[in-house]
């Protein structure tokens, strides 16, 4: 019988041997750990279908926060949950907001930890959709102008990194101008640049309580099926000022993950959103799959494919995993 003289499994025979050849590799400081953010004192309220997961007072958060900076992670994503909504969404760019006086709170009790803040309307309109809303259609520019003032009132916090997600056309450029003019010309904008229109964000409806009252956002998010879209999306913003491109979801745009990290010589980011999350969270719990081993796989094939930063409500565990 012939053997062959090429045996890769040579450098699979053992757990050093195959960390010492491994291609990709996981660090805690590649995560961001996405949180929700509430009013009052000692609130943690759990979000059903995303386990481990909850609404968090200010000062539950900044606990929460001493956490993820004591693991390395690389840092936090703020999405507020106001006490009030509006058709103007007032509380996104109001300075007492509840991100505002968050990020002031972990600018001040977790020095040293990265704060982006997810720059969006939906959680503060009282309609659940991304900008203003005129005879029922989400209108652009005006939309803007919102977005831009909560991003300069989130700078003045002192958030590290602003990230625009509603896919308005033209808000980085929006952001970026009023960024410059109020003084923060070096606080960099990750953009939300290929964001698709997918049924994976479930989950997060409940956490951010955005629901839209009527309609989709099929109109301004991304078609599934595209991805040369998703190129020119990332071209025109960083044409605009971005400093970091991220696609969204992960799992199932891993191919434009790829393509963007073949064309833009810039940071990728990609965010595992809540129904990944969910999902390995419910076959775990249902004895069908390994969490641990299915969480890291599924983070290792994001990294893969190109993201140098993964959004991920699994950032702790793996942090913990990783050891």
């Given amino acids: 019988m012939a053997y062959p003289e090429t045996r890769l499994r040579r450098l699979r025979a053992n757990e050093p041997m195959r960390r010492l050849v491994r291609e990709t590799r996981l660090e805690p400081e590649n995560f961001i750990l996405p949180l929700f953010v509430c009013s009052g004192e000692g609130v943690r309220r759990d979000i059903s279908s995303m386990p481990g997961n909850a609404q968090l007072s200010i000062d539950r958060l900044v606990a929460e926060c001493a956490e993820v900076r004591s693991l390395g992670i690389g840092g936090v994503i703020l999405f507020g949950i106001p006490d009030s909504k509006d058709e103007s969404a007032s ?21 040293g930890l990265l704060v982006a803040t997810d720059v969006c309307n939906c959680e503060y309109t009282s309609h659940g959709h991304c900008g203003k809303v005129v005879a029922g259609e989400v209108v652009n520019d005006e939309s803007i102008e919102w977005l831009a003032r909560a991003a300069v009132t989130h700078a003045e916090c002192g958030a590290d990194i602003v990230a625009p997600s509603d896919m308005m056309d033209g808000r980085v450029a929006g952001i970026r101008e009023a960024l410059d003019d109020a003084g923060h010309a070096n606080t960099p904008i990750m953009s939300y640049a290929a ?34 879209e998703a190129i020119r999306e990332m071209e025109l913003d960083l044409e605009e000022g971005a400093d970091i491109l991220m696609v969204k979801p992960a799992l199932p745009y891993l191919d434009v993950i790829a393509r963007a990290r073949e064309q833009f010589d810039v940071p990728i980011a990609a965010y595992q959103v809540s129904g990944e999350f969910s999902m390995i969270m419910a076959a775990a719990r249902n004895g069908w799959i390994d969490e641990q081993r299915a969480m890291l796989e599924s983070l290792v094939s994001i990294k893969r494919a190109g993201a140098g930063i993964i959004l991920t409500y699994f950032a702790k565990a793996a942090a913990r995993a990783l050891g």
């Fill in 91 to 111: 509380g996104n760019y109001d300075p007492e907001g509840i991100v505002q006086r968050a990020i002031r709170a972990i600018k001040r009790e977790v020095p």
């Fill in 195 to 228: 964001k698709y229109a997918s049924c994976f964000y479930g989950p997060f409806r409940e956490a951010a309580e955005s629901t839209p009252q009527f309609g989709d956002r099929r109109g301004y998010q991304m078609d599934p099926p595209n991805w040369r």
